[in-house]
């Protein structure tokens, strides 16, 4: 009896075990986004601020540069 709920547990882990590194491998390849491009202001007038689009600051009015 001992020995069967042993092998049965041992079983239940395996399959577990088998079942994350499954799904870990999926949700790597689901995570990669294509990355949109940033824009910022040379002269850093909102510090560290991006943008989605290009166009100029609205602050000092200098046209926004793609962040490499």
Not at 9 to 32: D, G, N, P, Y
């Amino acid at each position: 009896m001992k020995k069967q709920i042993l092998k049965l547990t041992m079983i239940a882990l395996f399959s577990s075990a088998i079942f994350v590194s499954c799904s870990s491998e999926q949700s790597s390849e689901s995570t990669e986004q294509v990355v949109e491009a940033a824009y910022y202001c040379p002269m850093k007038c909102e510090g560290d601020k991006t943008y989605k689009e290009e166009g100029s600051c609205p602050v000092c009015g200098m046209d926004l540069v793609e962040k490499e």
